[in-house]
């Protein structure tokens, strides 16, 4: 019989074991891994139910954990740890690992130690990895920005006047929207803002406030990743808009020379 725990993902209140599941295949994917529940993965000496397959790739070599899911009120006993080695150990599987929110009897840590097994919670994984986590986005952040900026550099035409000199033109900018000055400058801010970011140099800045002619910091890492997130939004729904009236401009002109 289990009961129901607050999950350590949404906030909300887990009320049976496979939304717990969903919780940890949910973690591990926020981490960048492939996480997939309720696979019935086939052994040596036969098949097993697995609450969490999790695989991702280290140093070139395809690694596969299997985890299991206890959303129990009691802590989990060592037999439950024996009963894991045994599956571990038949499909192969690089490790093994059990969260429960619940904790663990005495025996059951001594069991696991000096092994390829891991006797967590949901909860203790997250605090562990909240830096690498926050370390991945910025990643990823830096690779959207990265496209971001070389579908900005496609729009408008550049004009040569002569050796060493020449002008880029973009369409008008109608009122309310973002000018052309402000999407070079967002994207000069934010390269400069990750760059501080990943060297640990605070404040770093995520934004211009165009209007004030001032750039929007943040002093630390959790509120950079949040302040570029919304920036890197916003920037993206002006340039869709930039893209769409480069475009009629281009079909304009074509037609024009026609």
């Given amino acids: 019989m289990c009961t129901s725990r607050r999950s350590v993902h949404t906030g909300r209140v887990a009320t049976t074991w496979q939304e717990y599941q969903e919780e940890a295949a949910a973690f591990y994917r926020s981490l960048g891994l492939e996480a997939e529940t309720d ?55 690089d490790r093994g690992i059990i969260l429960t929110e619940a904790g663990f009897q005495s025996g059951a840590p001594r069991m696991a130690s000096n092994s390829n097994l891991t006797l967590t919670s949901l909860a203790e994984l997250r605090e562990r990895t909240t830096a690498e986590l926050l370390e991945l986005r910025l990643g990823q952040y830096r ?26 033109s973009y369409p008008k900018t109608p009122p309310g929207r973002w000018e052309p000055l402000q999407l070079s400058a967002t994207v000069a801010i934010v390269e400069d803002g990750l760059q501080r970011a990943e060297i640990g140099r605070w404040p770093a800045p995520y934004a211009w406030e165009f209007a004030n002619d001032r750039t929007r910091l943040a002093r630390d890492l959790a509120a950079f990743i949040d302040g570029l997130a919304h920036t890197l939004d916003e920037f993206e729904v002006e340039l869709e808009d930039l893209e769409a009236r480069d475009r009629d401009e281009k079909d304009r002109a074509k037609r024009d020379a026609s």
């Fill in 143 to 168: 690779r959207r920005l990265a496209l971001l900026s070389e579908r900005f550099g496609k729009i408008g035409q550049v004009r040569h006047h002569g050796p060493g000199h020449m002008s880029h």
């Fill in 39 to 93: 696979v019935t993965v086939k052994g040596a000496r036969g098949e097993h139910d697995i609450d969490v397959v999790v695989r991702l790739r280290r140093a070139g070599l395809d690694q596969t954990w299997v985890v299991e899911c206890k959303h129990w009120k009691r802590p989990v006993d060592k037999s439950r740890v024996a009963l894991l080695a045994q599956i571990v150990n038949d499909v192969g599987a």
